[in-house]
């Protein structure tokens, strides 16, 4: 069955970097593109940026841009997700989600989340 | 960028009534939208796609409506565990968005 994994809860202090994973099984991982969505406490969805796992094609919200870095290693089907210049802000989950293997940006497979606290 | 608008913010239905949860597109998003069910500490579970088909292993009594600017997610008889926040997210361009939620709660 497919299933994405994600990294552990991280704790950084502001001005950090953190780098999550997320480990795709159960399908042909470069078949079907990734994408990262955010929740801060008690707020909605946020979609942060999208990585092709069969190339180096990605894309960033454009508030995110300069700060997220997507990248993937096909040799163990995970893909990272790097966020920089942390800020209290950033306190949130991270959520990889795969797309719809049709091209289309909805999401039908979720990892579990990563819990990101920013606090000096 | 698409303004994704939810409505009621908060829904309040007693158990084996019918629930309509309303999203709006600031233009049109033609039938490109996607609902999806989000419970306490869970991540958000595929409801709907593509405005009007239900993804895989959703119960027949969701169901959604509409095109252009204006959906519709209609639970028709709530069961307890569908008491949950509910999302519409458009994907007809760059970039995705979704909105800001419904929550559904037991009156």
């Known amino acids: 069955q497919v299933q994405l994994v994600q990294s552990g809860a991280e704790v950084k202090k502001p001005g950090a970097s953190v780098k999550v994973s997320c480990k795709a099984s159960?399908?042909?991982?470069?078949?079907?593109?990734i994408h990262w969505v955010r929740q801060a406490p008690g707020q909605g969805l946020e979609w942060l940026g999208i990585i092709n796992p069969s190339g180096v094609s990605t894309s960033y919200a454009p508030r995110f841009q300069g700060r997220v870095t997507l990248t993937r290693d096909t040799s163990t089907s995970t893909v990272y997700m790097e966020l920089s210049s942390l800020r209290s802000e950033d306190t949130a989950v991270f959520y990889c989600a795969r797309a719809d293997g049709s091209g289309a940006y909805y999401f039908d497979y979720w990892g579990q989340g990563t819990v990101v606290t920013v606090s000096s | 960028e698409i303004v994704m608008t939810q409505s009621p913010g908060t829904l309040s239905v007693s158990p084996g009534e019918r629930a309509t949860l309303s999203c709006r597109a600031s233009?049109?998003?033609?039938?490109?939208l996607a609902w999806y069910q989000q419970k306490p500490g869970q991540a958000p579970r595929l409801l709907i796609y593509?405005?009007?088909t239900r993804a895989t292993g959703v119960p027949a009594g969701f169901s959604g409506s509409g095109s252009g600017t204006e959906f519709t997610l209609t639970i028709s008889s709530l069961q307890s565990e569908d008491f949950a926040v509910y999302y519409c997210?458009?994907?007809?361009?760059?970039?995705?968005?979704f909105g800001q939620g419904t929550k559904v709660e037991i009156k």
């Open positions: 159960g399908y042909t991982f470069t078949s079907y593109y």
């Open positions: 997210q458009h994907y007809n361009n760059w970039p995705p968005v």
């Open positions: 593509r405005a009007s």
């Open positions: 233009q049109s998003v033609n039938s490109n």
